[in-house]
């Protein structure tokens, strides 16, 4: 006999525990591997690629360690038993490379192996998403769902960070804090960036303005201990009767009722597979949180998709939906990367200096800060006006009329005016979280077997390889899909971000004429990719050149290791790129939030068209990318989602 749920939550991801701690907060609801001292989750400063051979280190027997690369890990979670370990198709615009493509495999999904960056987007953002036919989703019905699963914790008292306590919460799951400690080498950053860009030093991100380099707060508690959905929301509250959460679980499918209600799919419940034997349970409700790749690729395994994509593997189509899948939209990124001069310290010497490793950790057990405290600290938005001239302005915008869009009208305007309104590119500095040759980081970054990555440690006498700017296009043009290729869930989905075409300067006076041939239009059709993208990841990597070129970096950087001083035109910055080109792991859309004539999957009440109980509740559902990471952002929507199912959302709040 089925076990039966007032609802079952699918993921136990950032959004699934959210919405299902709660759900459960109702005690008359019934609602349904950890990764417990798992250092590599618990501690910030082990986004490093490295690990000790055996147990943690201390000061008296840190010389008998050996210190070993993470084999096949870019960071020490990525790659592990903890991660789905995905790839991309080939990418066209990345020199038809695979790129490796992780989600989190553990309760806290990707909040448990992410960089634990804590932004919420521009205030135009969540108006634009509001614009597209979703009243309740603007900034200050965000802003509060947000500030409803913060808790701040106040920066020690001798240091100098700046925030506005009005634009963070005090009291929910969620601590946030800013770093107890802070690279040396990042300080010049503030004024090198003003220098370059004219904009000066973000007070405060989190109040929906984001231009200006700032010092980020991060989801770190105050023993600076990583915080994920799972530390939040679900292990204060595991024994909860009524809070039921099922581990090492793949969900096979929805159960679907044969026949329909006034023309409506009810969802029965859902099927899974546990230790070989396959399971069913009920529900009145079933909330999909499988994050913007597990969510379509369970909803496309149940009959509910793309109708030629279900027919094509002889899925039984219980509901056309077109938009299941496509939108998928995700930030690029690309590294640069400059030489320290001697002195200064960063998280190589965590790999190969053994004993300032162990005393780094003493300093980290004792007071949670220290090098492993810190992971991300310093971030940087810039808008295109802050970037480029506005003769090269002018050159860029033209892309925008010229080449076709890829998505609605509505959603090409609306990204259109964010890219020329809001910040479009964001950069943050890496304390040299890898050691080795860069260059073969990023022969290896990738790769369809990311466990065959093996990065060399070596002393070098002249200085540091310091990556100190990764850089991302906030608001991609180009719309990739992710889709099942087989029934079967052990089969990874085909995830195609579309990573954009760089398109020489040599022929861009011919692309007017190009655009005409119709199998040209065709194949940029085909690809979803805008050369827009592309130019502006090449405008973003020469303003790092920029900002690391002021004078407030003269006594520290060497020189520039990556790209490489022989970079210089266009064409040779857009090789370099493509050879380069990454994501940042933040893929979204693939179930919009839009109407359903515009392929939308859920309405804004985040039920799915078609259906009478199902919802989806992660980042799938977001019809646009955001600025910023998006994180708080996910927590808004399941804290949000939360209360429209208990019908306790605040009424008088402004549509």
Same mark, same amino acid.
């Given at each position: 006999m089925s076990e039966v749920f007032d609802f079952i939550v699918v993921g136990g991801g950032q959004a699934g525990l959210t919405v299902a701690s709660r759900l459960s907060e109702n005690p008359k609801l019934k609602a349904g591997g950890t990764g417990i001292g798992n250092d590599g989750i618990r501690i910030p400063g082990m986004i490093g690629g490295w690990k000790m051979n055996d147990s943690t280190p201390t000061a008296t027997n840190a010389s008998n360690k050996t210190m070993t690369?993470?084999?096949?890990?870019?960071?020490?979670?990525?790659?592990?038993?903890?991660?789905?370990?995905?790839?991309?198709?080939?990418?066209?615009?990345?020199?038809?490379?695979?790129?490796?493509?992780?989600?989190?495999?553990?309760?806290?999904?990707?909040?448990?192996?992410? #960089?634990?960056?804590?932004?919420?987007a521009e205030v135009e953002d969540y108006e634009a998403i509001k614009r597209l036919g979703n009243p309740g989703w603007g900034w200050s019905e965000i802003d509060r769902a947000s500030k409803k699963g913060e808790r701040l914790a106040p920066p020690i008292t001798d240091s100098d960070y700046i925030y506005n306590t009005e634009n963070h919460g005090t009291d929910g799951p969620v601590t946030n804090s800013f770093p107890k400690y802070i690279p040396p080498q990042f300080r010049p950053y503030f004024a090198a960036s003003a220098a370059a860009s004219g904009v000066i030093q973000n007070e405060d991100p989190f109040g929906g303005k984001l231009g200006g380099a700032c010092i980020i707060p991060s989801a770190i508690d105050t023993k600076g201990a990583r915080v994920t959905s799972a530390t939040a929301y679900y292990f204060p509250h595991q024994s909860r009767p009524n809070l039921i959460v099922r581990v090492d679980c793949e969900v096979n499918k929805l159960i679907l009722q044969e026949t329909q209600i006034n023309g409506e799919i009810q969802v029965l419940g859902v099927e899974y597979s546990s230790g070989g034997t396959v399971c069913r349970v009920m529900a009145d409700e079933v909330i999909m949180s499988a994050g913007s790749i597990g969510t379509p690729a369970i909803l496309e395994r149940s009959g509910i998709g793309k109708a030629s994509i279900l027919k094509s593997l002889n899925i039984p189509i219980a509901l056309h939906l077109e938009g299941v899948g496509s939108n998928l939209s995700d930030h690029l990124f690309v590294l640069s990367t400059y030489r320290l001069k001697p002195g200064h310290r960063t998280a190589d010497d965590l790999a190969k200096d053994v004993e300032y490793a162990a005393e780094q950790k003493l300093i980290y057990d004792k007071s949670g800060s220290g090098m492993f405290s810190h992971a991300l600290s310093v971030l940087d938005f810039q808008s295109l006006k802050s970037i480029v001239s506005e003769e090269v302005l002018e050159d860029g915008l033209k892309l925008l009329e010229e080449c076709p869009s890829y998505m609605s009208p509505k959603q090409f305007e609306a990204v259109v005016n964010r890219i020329k309104n809001g910040v479009v590119i964001e950069y943050f500095l890496l304390n040299a979280f890898l050691v080795g040759d860069l260059n073969q980081l990023y022969t290896t970054f990738g790769d369809s077997s990311p466990k065959t990555l093996f990065i060399t440690f070596y002393l070098n006498t002249e200085g540091i390889?310091?990556?100190?700017?990764?850089?991302?296009?906030?608001?991609?043009?180009?719309?990739?899909?992710?889709?099942?290729?087989?029934?079967?869930?052990?089969?990874?989905? /085909?995830?195609?971000?579309?990573?954009?075409?760089?398109?020489?300067?040599?022929?861009?006076?011919?692309?007017?004429?190009?655009?005409?041939?119709?199998?040209?239009?065709? #194949?940029?059709? =085909?690809? /979803?990719v805008h050369p827009f993208d592309a130019w502006l990841m090449v405008q973003g990597?020469?303003?790092?050149?920029?900002?690391?070129?002021?004078?407030?970096?003269?006594?520290?950087?060497?020189?520039?290791?990556?790209?490489?001083?022989?970079?210089?035109?266009?064409?040779?910055?857009? =090789?370099?790129?493509?050879?380069?080109?990454?994501?940042?792991?933040?893929?979204?859309?693939?179930?919009?939030?839009?109407?359903?004539?515009?392929?939308?999957?859920?309405?804004?009440?985040?039920?799915?068209?078609?259906?009478?109980n199902l919802r989806v509740v992660d980042a799938s559902i977001l019809p646009i990318q955001l600025s910023g990471h998006p994180v708080m952002t996910v927590y808004a929507i399941a804290e949000k989602a939360a209360e429209m199912i208990l019908n306790k959302e605040p009424s008088n709040l402004p549509s």
């Open positions: 690369c993470s084999s096949g890990n870019i960071v020490t979670t990525l790659g592990s038993d903890i991660d789905w370990k995905y790839s991309t198709v080939p990418q066209e615009g990345a020199n038809h490379r695979e790129i490796y493509y992780p989600r989190g495999k553990v309760l806290g999904g990707s909040s448990a192996i992410n #960089f634990i960056i804590s932004t919420k390889r310091w990556p100190p700017g990764q850089r991302h296009a906030l608001y991609p043009l180009s719309r990739g899909s992710s889709h099942i290729k087989s029934q079967d869930p052990s089969v990874a989905p /085909l995830i195609d971000p579309r990573t954009p075409l760089l398109i020489s300067p040599k022929i861009r006076v011919y692309l007017q004429a190009l655009l005409v041939d119709q199998s040209v239009a065709n #194949f940029l059709s =085909e690809y /979803l990597a020469k303003h790092i050149r920029k900002i690391m070129r002021q004078d407030a970096y003269k006594d520290i950087i060497i020189d520039e290791q990556y790209p490489g001083p022989s970079v210089q035109t266009d064409e040779e910055w857009g =090789e370099s790129i493509r050879s380069r080109i990454s994501t940042s792991y933040h893929p979204s859309g693939t179930c919009s939030m839009l109407p359903q004539s515009e392929s939308g999957v859920v309405d804004s009440q985040l039920k799915v068209y078609g259906t009478r």
